[in-house]
């Protein structure tokens, strides 16, 4: 059963830094894509990143580029997030999911507030 | 990369049917094949439904199925049930390996 844990939410301050972290199990991680989709309070889904199996290649939304950076380790089962510059309108839900030409099996999400 | 749009309401009676559109342009939806549909319900984490258009996962009843039109793309549930009442989002490849999701749907069983 494909399961997808992730980790590192919290409170941080405008400006911030915040790292996310993903752990998969039951399935072969290596050998899938993977995706970032974030989800504001009362709004809806926001992709936004995804990386290739073997992390050669990255893609991100327009509203996050340069300040968030998707990676991964395969050695670890593990996908990440890493979060700069951090504004209010970064407040969310971060789920990571394996990607299929779309988000396909989803974790059940990290909550990130950024508020002073 | 703008949001693909939805109705934000749909409502259907207990075994009825209920369609929900995803309107995209021809560098999203009408571009390629790759839409998937999403339902959500509240504080849980999206499940998705269909994928390519209108393939099911394994373990999605056949109620719910998937097609597209041109720049449209369409989610039906037939038989509505009870427990079909949730938000249901629209997803899409727009090129360059990004995607796009819809604005949302909330679907409410009478």
């Known amino acids: 059963e494909v399961q997808l844990v992730e980790s590192g939410g919290g409170l941080v301050q405008p400006g911030g830094s915040l790292r996310l972290s993903c752990a998969a199990s039951g399935f072969t991680f290596s050998s899938y894509w993977m995706s970032w989709v974030r989800q504001a309070p009362g709004k809806g889904l926001e992709w936004l990143a995804n990386?290739?199996?073997?992390?050669?290649?990255?893609y991100y939304v327009d509203s996050v580029k340069g300040r968030f950076t998707i990676s991964r380790d395969n050695a670890q089962n593990s996908l990440y997030l890493q979060m700069i510059t951090l504004r209010a309108e970064d407040t969310a839900i971060y789920y990571c999911?394996?990607?299929?030409?779309?988000?396909?099996?989803w974790g059940q999400g990290a909550l990130v507030i950024v508020s002073s | 990369q703008s949001a693909l749009t939805q109705p934000p309401s749909a409502s259907g009676s207990p075994g009825q049917s209920v369609t929900i559109s995803c309107t995209g342009t021809?560098?999203?939806?009408?571009?390629?094949?790759?839409v998937s549909w999403y339902q959500q319900h509240p504080g849980k984490a999206p499940k998705r439904m269909i994928y390519e258009v209108s393939k099911r996962p394994s373990g999605v009843p056949d109620r719910f199925s998937g097609s597209k039109s041109g720049n449209t793309a369409s989610l039906t549930v037939s038989g509505l049930q009870a427990e079909d009442e949730a938000d249901y989002y629209c997803c899409s490849y727009a090129g360059s390996n990004i995607f796009v999701f819809g604005t949302g749907t909330k679907v409410t069983v009478l």
């Open positions: 999911a394996t990607d299929s030409w779309g988000p396909a099996h």
């Open positions: 990386i290739k199996e073997d992390g050669s290649e990255k």
């Open positions: 021809s560098s999203d939806v009408g571009g390629y094949k790759y």
